[in-house]
């Protein structure tokens, strides 16, 4: 019986492989990206008996990898999304908490000066007053350089960050790639189950730095893409990424694909994945921030500076710059061929935004658009010193030889905060006085009172001249003794550029005087005014004031940051989802392993009983014949 | 796998709610509320202005009480020279006993200018406006010159509510109009007669057209005014004790005026308080002799008894004006108070933790965190392997 001990040879041999699938699968039962295997049994076909065929025992045709590509397609875009909001979340909160700290935050700086500003101008003369104002301008300049800062230091976080991630994409296409050869060799015949989990393993890693698409080929390999269609895989062969500095700052990196044709930029293209979501970071919430700051930073330092030129300080003089800033930064593009120069001020408070523009030549003529939108911004001006370009509250000169096609940045309030300084040291500079004051004379007849006066121009060149208002007549004075000016009771009279009113009805011959302010060290008129910018609206129009823009970024960024969370709550339930989802389709499950164990081990000592009894008849039909 | 992060979510939410207890605050963080914590922070801006403007008040409240301290003893020196000024106009003083109410008169000028020059606590000078470092009232002779300025510092002590700590020299001591205050009768210096000047008035003031006036007698029993040009408005004859009315004033005019005595009425202008007690020194000093020295003398004493009157309702309108912003100021200090006790109350609500509902989310998620982990625990420990 020959055939007998075949086929029970077929059975001990596919089930003893049958328990060596089994325990491979016990041994990886913790191995990430294992999927299960399974043998797979068929029928040996036998040979004919006369009338009947007989079977000719079994074999393991396949040995199957329990796999669902949607699944694991899903797990991989989960993970993407995952990666992405775990980056987001990770450094929105950090720069979240550190707009909104007491400690680091601008509030508590800015309240601590407007207090100090006003206790100045409660005891205008008093010099320990005036340094104590002095201490909180600083501290408050250091408050805004500090924030700046410390989202540089997160600025040049992203920048290292980003470069890892580069270079494990490297890595991990470089992987890919090997293992698609490794597959094509090997994949001649049956599947190498255990390759292709590998392969699995690699783009799930891959998918977690950066959102790819995937596209199997006829002999097994998988091409892999990435941002807006560039292969990063294709077969045994890989295509690197690679960071260099942007366009217009030498210190951000900018993520470039270095393909067959050259290189090309991938910051705006690459979504998902760590590496989408540090470009994220970047573009929606570090670049707005600091714009954002910068915007506060500008504002608050010129209309300070502004309110403080037009008083007096206490040893008679036009008050000085009290905090300097740089003006918006120009960055030329590292591709100009020409070289032309560009120099940016701020015009207009009112139209400021703090965003990054960039200045185009084409040739013949200049045009500006938004960094982030690309939006056209309308240039009015012709871009001389005498006649700038205006856009958005910003003045451009442009000067020297631009060549077509030539760009430059010009950085609104992007870094600005970070160069905010005190200029003034000196406690008695501090001009919290009118510049000039109004005075009756004391002889005057008539009731005519005169208002206190009121800085209309605090550039006009005579504006610390005297002057003396006559009355001619009780409708009409002259000034200085010249002219003849009709008198309307309460009608502001502006001087020198200074402004006055006279209410009542004067005499003949009643004379006020306006003069420079000298000597007078109580007065707080223009310090009363610099507390005022506290509270008033300076940006947008005058409708945005200075604490108001901060809190505005406060609340701008923690509404990101909140958003963020969110996505990120909602992005691991739906990634540890998909993650059982694979788990369950082809995980192992070691109680059904342990169940196969015990199925085969009986199995084959069937099979081998089988043998056995083909011996016993053996040995039956000898022990009949050997007669 | 799965139950492993389901204990790590547990675990940062009792690390949460750890954190929200350990510090009192609902919001840890502003995303955890964007809306509240950015209302917060303005609430935040408004209490400590409000707080600042506490302070303010209380720097306005401090200078108003010293200044009103100083003018009630001005009003005492002005009374008592007032007083000394009517007993010196009395018949019965001789010139022995009117040189003694001169010196004191004087004396009593030499505590109003100290009055005037008075410092406060940090040596600036209470009434020379803005120059606080200048002597605002300085003498020459019989010339008392204002050296400060006519300014008025304001101090913020509300949310657009600014007053004044302060009046000047200038508006206290100087601008005070003699006469009545609209206009001044006066003997001409040279006059030989007896006539003294009486209480005089505004009677139409439509037909009073500010101009200046010259009574001059024809003859003892009649007189004619005459206009700054020259040309004769009027003419009547004189009784001593007449009330002469013209051009919408009038004023009383009693005793004998020589032929070719005048009277000049003139527009009210400013004299300074110590100028006019001065004058009256000068004049109760004086010794008379004859009837002509004693009319000038009475004439004197009362123009400068008008222009007492004068400063002492300029010190009391100030004083008002000075109590009436002290009123103000504790108004608005009890509104800022109340207005901080809302907001504190509004910025609890948004910031601070209900701790009721904290302390019972944390015992919930203990269970929860502690359920989870035994039943990890004993569904790890299922396994067939275990039977073999």
């Known amino acids: 019986m020959p055939d007998l001990l075949n086929t029970s040879l077929t059975g001990m041999l596919a089930f003893q492989r049958a328990l060596e699938i089994t325990g491979h699968n016990i041994s990886n039962a913790n191995t990430p990206g294992y999927s299960r295997q399974v043998a797979e049994f068929t029928t040996r076909v036998g040979g004919g008996s006369g009338r009947n065929y007989v079977g000719g025992g079994t074999q393991i045709s396949t040995i199957k990898r329990i796999y669902d590509n949607l699944l694991v397609e899903q797990l991989r875009t989960s993970a993407t999304g995952q990666a992405r909001f775990s980056a987001l979340n990770n450094l929105a909160g950090r720069v979240d908490s550190l707009l909104a700290d007491a400690d680091t935050g601008l509030n508590t700086g800015l309240q601590n000066f407007f207090n100090t500003m006003q206790d100045v101008s409660n005891n205008p003369a008093e010099i320990p007053t005036r340094q104590a104002l ?82 199997m080929q006829d002999d097994g390999a998988m091409n892999v893409f990435v941002g807006s269609g560039q292969s990063l895989v294709l077969g045994a062969n890989v295509q690197r990424f690679g960071t260099q500095a942007s366009e217009f700052d030498p210190t951000r990196v900018s993520v470039v694909y270095e393909g067959s044709s050259g290189t090309t930029p991938l910051d705006t293209s690459l979504s998902g994945g760590t590496l989408g979501g540090l470009l994220e970071f970047r573009s929606r919430v570090l670049d707005p921030s600091r714009q954002s700051l910068g915007q506060t930073a500008v504002a608050f330092v010129n209309r300070f500076n502004a309110q403080h030129a037009a008083g007096m300080d206490l040893r008679g003089n036009l008050g000085g710059d009290f905090f300097a800033i740089d003006p918006p930064r120009v960055l030329y593009s590292s591709n100009n061929t020409g070289s032309g120069t560009v120099t940016a001020a701020i015009d207009d408070l009112g139209a400021f935004t703090g965003a990054d523009y960039v200045l185009e030549f084409d040739g013949a003529a200049y045009s500006l658009s938004r960094a982030d939108t690309g939006q056209n911004v309308a240039l009015t001006g012709s871009g001389t010193a005498a006649d700038p370009f205006l856009a958005d509250g910003i003045s451009i000169e442009v000067g020297g030889a631009a060549a077509a096609g030539d760009r430059m940045m010009i950085r609104g309030g992007h870094n600005a905060a970070g160069t905010i300084e005190t200029v003034i040291t000196d406690p008695r500079a501090i001009a919290l006085a009118a510049p000039t004051r109004a005075q009756a004379s004391i002889a005057n007849i008539g009731d005519a009172t005169i208002s206190p006066a009121r800085v209309a121009d605090s550039t006009d060149p005579a504006l610390l001249a005297s002057s003396v208002i006559e009355f001619t007549s009780a409708t009409s004075y002259t000034i200085n003794g010249a002219g003849n000016f009709t008198y309307t009771d309460g009608d502001p009279i502006v001087i020198n550029g200074s402004s006055v009113t006279i209410n009542g009805t004067p005499a003949v011959g009643d004379q006020f005087t306006i003069e420079a302010n000298y000597g007078a060290s109580g007065d707080n008129s223009n310090g009363l005014l610099l507390t005022d910018i506290q509270s008033v609206g300076v940006l947008d129009g ?49 109680d059904e392993e342990a169940a196969n164990l015990i199925r085969f081990q009986q199995a084959y000592q069937a099979a081998a009983q089988v043998v056995n009894v083909t011996k016993t008849l053996f040995d039956s039909l000898l022990a009949a014949t050997s007669r | ?351 601070d933790l209900d701790y009721a509902e904290a302390i019972s989310r944390l015992t919930a998620e203990v269970t929860t965190l502690e359920a989870a982990q035994k039943s990890f625990i004993r569904t790890q420990q299922l396994t067939l392997f275990n039977y073999f």
């Open chain 1, 134 to 215: 002095l201490g909180e301008a600083d501290g408050l300049a250091n408050r805004f350089r500090s924030l700046d800062q410390r989202l540089d230091t997160l600025e040049s976080e992203v920048n290292d960050r980003l470069t890892l991630a580069v270079d494990e994409i490297n890595r991990i296409a470089a992987d890919i790639a090997e293992t698609n050869d490794q597959i094509a060799i090997a994949g001649v015949g049956a599947l190498p189950n255990d390759l292709l989990d590998r392969r699995d393993a690699l783009v799930l890693e891959l998918s977690g730095l950066v959102s790819v698409s995937t596209i």
């Open chain 1, 542 to 590: 005058g409708a945005i004031g200075i604490g108001e823009s901060y809190a505005q970024l406060v609340a701008s960024v923690g509404g990101t940051a909140h958003q963020i969370q969110a996505g990120l709550d909602a992005q691991n339930v739906i990634y540890t989802n998909a993650e059982d989802a694979v788990l369950s389709k082809s995980g192992v499950n070691l």
């Open chain 2, 1 to 351: 796998m799965n139950g492993l992060q389901a204990m790590q979510r547990l675990q940062t939410a009792l690390d949460y709610t750890q954190r929200q207890i350990s510090s009192g605050r609902r919001i840890l963080n502003p995303s955890d509320d964007p809306i509240g914590s950015s209302r917060s922070l303005e609430l935040r801006e408004s209490i400590s202005r409000l707080q600042q403007f506490d302070r303010n008040s209380t720097i306005v409240g401090s200078r108003l009480g010293q200044e009103e301290s100083a003018l009630s003893a001005v009003n005492n020196v002005l009374q008592r020279v007032r007083v000394l000024a009517l007993q010196a106009n009395n018949a019965t003083q001789s010139n022995e006993s009117r040189g003694l109410i001169a010196i004191e008169m004087r004396e009593q000028l030499g505590n109003l200018v100290q009055l005037a020059n008075q410092q406060d606590g940090n040596g600036s000078y209470l009434f020379a406006g803005n120059r606080g470092d200048t002597q605002p009232v300085s003498r020459t002779g019989s010339t008392f010159t204002y050296n400060g300025d006519q300014g008025q510092r304001f101090i913020q002590i509300g949310e657009g509510r600014e007053i004044a700590d302060s009046d000047s020299g200038a508006a206290v001591f100087f601008q005070i109009r003699n006469g009545n205050g609209t206009f001044s009768a006066l003997p001409d210096p040279g006059n030989t007669g007896t006539g003294v000047v009486g209480a005089g008035s505004l009677v139409d003031p439509t037909l009073y057209d500010r101009g200046q006036y010259t009574v001059r007698f024809i003859d003892p029993d009649n007189y004619e005014v005459l206009d700054a040009l020259g040309a004769t408005v009027a003419t009547a004859s004189y009784q001593s004790g007449d009330t002469l009315a013209f051009s919408g004033i009038e004023f009383s005019l009693s005793g004998n005026p020589d032929t070719g005595d005048e009277f000049i009425v003139a527009p009210s202008r400013n004299q300074d308080v110590f100028s006019t007690i001065d004058r009256l020194a000068a004049a109760i000093g004086t010794a008379t002799s004859s009837e002509a020295t004693r009319a000038a003398m009475t004439n004197e004493i009362n123009a400068g008894l008008l222009n007492l009157d004068q400063a002492l309702g300029n010190i009391l309108d100030t004083r008002t004006q000075v109590g009436s912003r002290l009123a103000a100021v504790e108004d608005q200090i009890d509104s800022n108070g109340s207005f901080v006790l809302t907001m504190q109350s509004a910025l609890a609500e948004i910031q």
